[in-house]
């Protein structure tokens, strides 16, 4: 009852919200045009571009994600001006008599070196708009950028700026501004991605060739996400090219992918597909017969599907999905031993877009999500199973309402079912057959409402307010489990509720047309958690949701930023600060070893935290010679009453300094140098302080916790791309790249991690202890062809 | 097991061109803490081992293990209303200590007495009951045993008990390695084994083979929560000398060979603390060589400051006879 009553006042707030909003907008005698912008070449929306009178820029609006825009235009003959950077801008003279659609299809610049674009954003938006702490880029510039192994990877690009940390040597994982790994909600095409990483994140799962862009958001988020607390990776998809057939695909040492596109119905409707697979361990199998690790293999593979439909001029309908699994496996007919490991996720979307008004928008999703771990395994007559994951059904729907050039107005509804499934493991000794029965799957509600309202109130400021009301609430069926007594409750029974509200504040101050200063306000909620107690990020990890004993996580952000672009927007400049406070923070008790049929949440601890940091960031975005340097000054600690004897510890990835360098330059249109340098503070680490004996054998006693920094990380990478254009055709459709990459050019060996290597024994009394530093990756160089057609 | 570490080692070896070099870590000295080994076990006399702990990056050798043994400690045991005060045995008069005791207890303490010409490591100090007084006094089914160390300006307290019954297997056999071909000489000891379905059962099992001295595996705790109630059959993996770690990637380990004659397997139940304390030292020492590994701090139940283990066992001894 309690809960139905606060639900009922915060739909009062939100309803009240809306009414101030519509009540502050003021109606003109204006007509609305509105339509799509695309690209003229392959038909794909483009998300971002400015729409804007060419008599008075500052009437203008952005398209959205869907590549929708609706401007109030007055009446008479307008010249209307569309821009987006890296292709030709157009203007058009309309007479404008009533409202009118018009689609824009802009073509790609042809003088590439003096535009090269390294970022999908407006020349002057980063000053203009109220983002805080918001990267975007386009999958162009990332292929610029050296890839490791050779493999291009987009949330590699993302480690390279300022705030965002890579989770360790060539891994993909990140952690943004002191939050931990399950903070960021990695979405691909509004599907929630719960292991965004290959081979325990030295690779991530977005095939490069498939995305069209990636958005980062870690400053103050806007009120239509949710459900984290520290970032947004947004993904988007490419749609498929509706023009033409086109092909493209790489070859590399570990793997290969292609993709290909085409129009099913020309203007109409398209589709990709896109595929990779690694096969550096298949080749390695000769290798491997005849050592230790015969019979054993692991491969990786991803599929992108995506198809959209135009219904009419005021719908359209797509359909993405994404299936990626690594596969470890080992076989021995010698040993009657046989083991398969695999895991991954699937994502299926389908989104509808109407146009509801030429100044409403809406989009409907419907989305299904999965992530599976699973183990089988079987020597003899004994055998073993187990499995973990989480599986979502999730439904949204939003709207873009266009109230006038000053005021848009975004809200919407979120509704997730969550099903969490614990390691459940079962077993067969010759004809026994055992399962894990003390432990149970988990469900859940989680909802959100929103509203969000940018609003222009004048050339120098611009506020963004928004509202989240979300709820959670754990429900039946489930087993809950007090010493001897057993409470069952049945599917659908409401067992533990929890509401949040979320206010989400945005404000830009321009000092002039080339500087602004901005701040942010946000309060995130987090209901689903992924605690770890291991050193790495692993896909045995398990997701949990709130409940009784584990209450939602909470950050409350503060943010300021100034901005600031020089020689006409050639370089941009910021320096954003931010502090954050967190409250409820897992962690597994120091003395935790999971245990099987025992719940985990069981071994958490609670306790709160706070990350500050200020981040620096300069970039060249055009030029033959273009890229950028971020800096990032940081702390990162966590407060437990159960841990660390209740004092402040640092986190373990608390990372004072970070400094990030990539460049590129494009000699020609046929040689392009990139190179990317990373120095970053050591992680820290647990130390072991002492040892005692037992059974003659050390037990080791910790220091406190994370109270040991590693050496500093540095690497430097390079690549040299090569894009042959014939002399005889140089417009031919078939084209080739051949990508040539360094890999931590000078061979650094950064400290991966340490363990303590025990030589001799207690009993002959010469034993010694030497800790040891292990490097992954030396000097590696790498190559990948690349073609297009 | 071997197969889960072989394809985790796999992983990680192929993936990384890894390399390895030593490391100088510079840390602060830290103060002593005392570690505790005492156990207690039906039908046999309690024994208690103290020992400081030590820095792990300075070299240990002969003249630090005669610094390891803390010496003159008063260490009594509570039982009902009963106090044992135990009688400090080393080199100088551990021939006070019947022949048949020493002979089982350095067995227990995992080195063979022939070694050291029939008697104890001249820097070994082990606690045990005073022989000189009747009747001996032996650990009992059921019972709850309360202990208390005054050394050093400290006092250490601790409470065990010992289960209440014993559990043995209904048959032994063996089996020929999984991979018979390779491994002709080696064999896997087997039994059935009845768990009792109304207890919540922790065990801890050690091997022994013909007279030498106890081993110890890696894994040597367990509990029943997988099979509570059930009959089924389990392989008894054969341990490790004390202190040794064996190669995760040798397929004869764990398993009993041609040479073995008697195979002794001893089963023991144990409570939940002594079975946590097992269990995460184990852990402990198996997280210090691995990326993926995570720091566990060992659960003792020793309070006022020590480390270790005062830990009850009511155990029931097997002997197969290959011969």
Redesign the interface.
Known sequence: MYIFTTLMKANNLLFFFFLIICFSSFAQENYTLSGFVKDAKNGEVIIGANIYLSSDASEGTVSNIYGFYSISVPAGQQKIVVSYIGYQPQEIELDIKSNLKHNFDLKEENNILEEVVITSERKDENVKNTKLGTIELSSDRIKSIPAFMGEVDIIKALQLMPGVQAAGEGNSGIYVRGGGPDQNLVLLDDAIVYNPGH??G?FSVFNNDAVKNVTLVKGAMPANYGGRLSSVIDVQMKEGNNKKFQMEGGLGLISSRLTLQAPIQKNKSSFLISGRRTYA?DI?QPALKKT??AG?N?FFYDINLKANYIISDKSRLYISGYFGRDV?V?N?K????N?K?PWGNITSTIRYNHIISPKLFMNVSFIFNDYKFSFT?K????SFKANSGVRDYNVKIDFDYYLSNKHLLKFGYDYTHHRMTPTL?S?T??T?E???D?ISKKYSHEMAWYVQHEWEISKKVKLDMGFRLSFFQHIGPYKEINGMDTIQYKRGKAIQPYVGYEPRLAMRYAINESSSIKTGLSLNYQYIHLVS????T?PTDVWVQSTARVKPQQALQFNLGYFKNFKENMYEMSVEFYYKQLWNQIE?T????S????DPELSYVFGKGKAYGAEFFIRKNKGKLNGWIGYTISRSDRKFSNLNNGNVFPTKYDRPHDLSVNLAYNLNNEWQFGTTFVYASGNTM??????????????????KRNS?RIPAYHRMDLSLTYTPIPKRKPNRRWQSSYNFSIYNVYSR?N????????K????S??????????????I?PSFTWNFKF | MHTLKKILLFCFVIISISCEKEFNMKLKETSNIIAVEGKIENDFPPYILLTNSFSIYKDFNINSLTNLFIQGANISIFHNNDTIHLKEYNSTNIHEMPDSFQVELAERLGFDIAQFGGSFPPFVSIYTIDFSKMPLFVGELGQTYGLEIKVQDKILTASTSIPNRTVHFDSLWLETHPNPAKFPDYYQLTGILSDNGSTTDYYRYATKVDEEPWLVSNSSVFDDVFFNGKKFKIFIPKGNRFGDTPDPLDETVGYWNNQDSVLTFKLSLIDRPHYDFWRTLESNRSSQGSPFGSFVVVKSNIQGGGVGIWGGYASYTHHFYRF
Not at chain 1, 760 to 763: D, P, Q
Not at chain 1, 767 to 773: A, G, L, M, S
């Open positions: 081979l325990f030295f361990f390695a230790d690790f054993t692991y470890f080992y021995s010698e040993n009657q031993t083991v490991i395994g020597q003899t007559d004994f493991a077993a000794s010759d026994t055992f399962k894990t003390k107690n291991s050193n790495s692993l597994y120091e003395s935790y070893v245990e099987l049929d025992v647990t130390p072991v302080i002492g040892a005692f004996v037992t059974e003659g054998a050390l037990g080791f006693i910790y220091g040991y060996k400290v991966y991690f340490i363990y303590n290597k025990i001799g024994s207690i009993a009394g010469d034993i010694r202890v030497q800790p040891i530093q292990v490097s992954l990756f030396p590696i």
